[in-house]
């Protein structure tokens, strides 16, 4: 799908909808070969993704999440998926990042992902290690982010709260970088 969406329609399922976006372009990351690139750094994203969907399906990841191992989503796609907060989220492109995460829209999520882009950066650890223990913010960041971690547990486990969040999905077959297939494909419900 380029830039284009469709709405799959269930009608023995109560006339239930799932409308699906998708959009192939990646940040730049090889030679001419590689179709639908953009410079890295630069917003190829805003605006968009429909307010209204249901299922994301992107070549790229969005920065910090499923994209190891250096980080190698697109922060502009991020923010486009903090603001649509789609159900569930497919990518893959980087094939090492194989796998799923729940993602929570709430500011527990913003302090992880600060927190993932003070240690890391694009590139990630700026000077190794030692940066690392003494980089003050990063340390608030990860006590917030321990904090936030517990309310959400007695949130969603003791006090019945519920927010469903988006699924990411990094759907890659491909095992890392051995151009071979290995990785089992992944089933959900929404």
């Known amino acids: 799908m380029q830039h284009a969406s469709l709405t799959l329609k269930f009608p023995n399922r109560g006339g239930r909808q799932v409308k699906v976006y998708g959009a192939p372009q990646i940040p ?4 001419p070969e590689f179709a639908f690139q953009y410079p890295r750094g630069q917003d190829a994203w805003t605006g968009t993704v429909p307010n209204d969907v249901d299922v994301l399906v992107t070549h790229t990841p969005p920065k910090h999440h499923l994209d190891l191992p250096r980080g190698m989503g697109c922060e502009w796609l991020l923010k486009e998926v903090w603001r649509v907060r789609p159900r569930v989220h497919v990518f893959g492109h980087v094939h090492c990042g194989y796998g799923r995460e729940r993602v929570y829209w709430d500011e527990g999520q913003r302090v992880f992902e600060r927190l993932c882009e003070r240690l890391g950066g694009d590139q990630g650890p700026l000077m190794g290690p030692a940066k690392e223990l003494v980089n003050v913010w990063a340390w608030l960041d990860l006590i ?25 999905l990094n759907a890659a077959l491909v095992v890392g970088s051995t151009g071979k297939l290995g990785n089992e494909p992944q089933l959900i419900e929404i």
């Open 144 to 168: 917030k982010l321990v904090v936030y971690a517990v309310l959400g547990v007695l949130w969603s486990r003791v006090w019945g709260g519920m927010d469903d969040g988006t699924v990411l």
């Open 28 to 31: 730049a990351c090889g030679g």
